[in-house]
């Protein structure tokens, strides 16, 4: 991998950026037992496994010292009454932060730390969220229509740590209820290994 300044673009409308060298797609399936309607999801899934989100990735060494960036788009939709979401991860190296910066749509990053303390943070286009080191975070797309794209920095050596979150949970989930958006606590939320 050369060791050049290098620059790319992130063209509108699609923010997809002009130079990248992975593309994620993520689709229902790969989220099985985190919607906790899971009818909903099953009935979904014998239709289509949707397409929830994807991640253009812009490589560099998984080193300390350089910096991973990309851009995560999550489509607009819901399982029951829960909006499409990120599978989510604490970083496999708990001690590393991240920024996002919200460039389209409306959503929310669902947070939490090993402690159990959780922060849910609104995002919309132009709102930069540092997320600090040991905290785990999920993307949620609430727009009825519109993608929710954020821009991603974080330290090369992080990691991802899928299966805590696979084996928990987050303790929060953004539905959609009567009174619109609503923030609940996961009534499936448990310890790994409890
Ligand atoms: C990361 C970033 C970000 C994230 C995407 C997709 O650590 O790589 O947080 O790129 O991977 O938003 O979310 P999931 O990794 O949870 O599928
Ligand atoms: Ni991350």
């Not at 699609?14 to 229902?28: C, F, K, M, T």
């Not at 014998?46 to 929830?52: K, R």
């Not at 209820?177 to 923030?183: N, Q, R, T």
Request: aromatic share 10%.
């Amino acid at each position: 991998m050369e060791n050049f300044p290098f620059a790319f673009i992130l063209p509108t409308p699609s923010l997809i950026p002009s130079a990248h060298d992975n593309h994620i797609e993520r689709r229902l399936s790969a989220l099985r037992g985190q919607f906790s309607d899971q009818a909903a999801y099953e009935r979904i899934l014998a239709q289509e496994d949707t397409l929830l989100y994807e991640v253009y990735e812009i490589q560099r060494p998984h080193e300390s010292g350089e910096l991973l960036t990309g851009i995560s788009i999550v489509h607009p939709g819901k399982v029951g009454s829960e909006f499409f979401m990120t599978k989510g991860h604490f970083h496999a190296v708990l001690d590393t932060a991240e920024v996002y910066l919200c460039m389209k749509g409306e959503g929310f990053m669902v947070m939490e730390n090993p402690q159990g303390e959780c922060r849910v943070e609104k995002l919309a286009p132009g709102e930069v969220l540092y997320v600090p080191p040991r905290w785990a975070h999920r993307s949620v797309c609430t727009a009825r229509l519109e993608d929710l794209v954020t821009f991603f920095i974080y330290p090369g050596h992080s990691g991802h740590d899928y299966g805590t979150i696979e084996q928990q949970g987050f303790r929060k989930l953004v539905v959609e209820g009567e009174a619109g958006i609503e923030i609940i606590d996961n009534p499936r939320w448990s310890k790994k290994g409890s």
